[in-house]
């Protein structure tokens, strides 16, 4: 990312405090280094070691190469949709399921802007065309409900197509159900502080700076507007056949072990070992909206 030399410092409301942060100062501001962990309510004051991590990582892993083996023979089929708001760590929970599988039955869909072809498609078109053959599973590195979130919120879509999918998906996504696919929807909730300590980390570290978009300098200003969209997508489309399930994500070793086990729970597979997988963290990953209150 080039910069002109330029402050790109905002004024940013806070909790009803005004802040000033800017991306290109290299000294991360203290009321965000202090804050960060902790923010938007979660509940751990400190992240999980890296030696607990390693280890529970590897039992998820081996549990997640048996029930792909098991999906092999068995034709069943997963497809899983991480959404959150820029930098809540959907990348790299997808990157943590599926580095340890066999890539041609696992499958990582991040699309870019439509073409003008698929512009004019029916909005789903193009989704439709990546869902799962029998014995795969598709982790989709955000999804459809990019009309539910940054399209209303940046103008790339209008009122009347924003409410048309708030309607339409529903429907759709009881067709994937009654298709017999393994259906999870993945919100990764993080707090804003941690959002823009993220932002920091990414402007500034050579290896990370790809990641960090003119969109997400766009969206520093725009964390209620997210929110509200946010809110009124779980409310139209978590259902009980298609059930959002929420993240705290402030942690992302927490967040990446509780999302393997909440998959690995909800399938059945031969070898399934109940002992390896573990309990759900309940204050880190829950079921439905409610968990965001």
Request: hydrophobic share 40%; net charge positive.
């Amino acid at each position: 990312m080039t910069h002109s030399g330029e402050s790109r410092a905002v004024e940013l409301d806070i909790g009803g405090s005004l802040r000033v942060f800017d991306i290109d100062d290299p000294k991360l501001p203290d009321w965000v280094e202090d804050t960060a962990l902790t923010s938007g309510g979660f509940p751990y004051k400190k992240k999980m070691k890296s030696e607990q991590y390693e280890a529970e990582l590897e039992a998820l892993q081996i549990e997640l190469v048996k029930a792909q083996l098991s999906m092999r023979q068995t034709g069943q089929r997963i497809m899983a949709l991480f959404e959150g708001r820029d930098a809540a760590g959907k990348g790299g929970s997808i990157f943590t399921i599926h580095g340890a599988l066999n890539p041609r039955y696992a499958r990582v869909v991040a699309l870019t802007r439509p073409t003008e072809t698929e512009a004019g498609q029916w909005y789903f078109q193009r989704y439709v065309t990546h869902f799962p053959t029998k014995g795969e599973m598709v982790l989709f590195d955000r999804s459809w409900y990019n009309r539910a979130g940054v399209e209303p919120v940046m103008g790339f879509c209008s009122p009347q197509e924003h409410k048309h999918f708030l309607k339409m998906t529903p429907s759709f996504e009881q067709l994937i159900v009654d298709e017999g696919i393994h259906f999870f929807k993945f919100w990764l909730n993080i707090g804003r502080e941690m959002q823009l300590k993220r932002f920091h980390d990414r402007r500034h570290d050579p290896l990370k700076i790809w990641k960090l978009s003119s969109m997400d300098i766009a969206a520093l200003t725009k964390w209620k507007d997210y929110t509200q969209m946010r809110d009124l997508m779980l409310e139209k489309t978590h259902t009980k056949i298609a059930p959002w399930t929420i993240v705290r994500a402030n942690d992302k070793r927490r967040a990446r072990l509780n999302i393997i086990r909440h998959i690995l729970n909800s399938i059945d597979y031969e070898g399934k070992d109940k002992k390896a997988i573990g309990d759900i963290d309940d204050s880190i990953l829950s079921v439905g909206r409610e968990a965001l209150k």
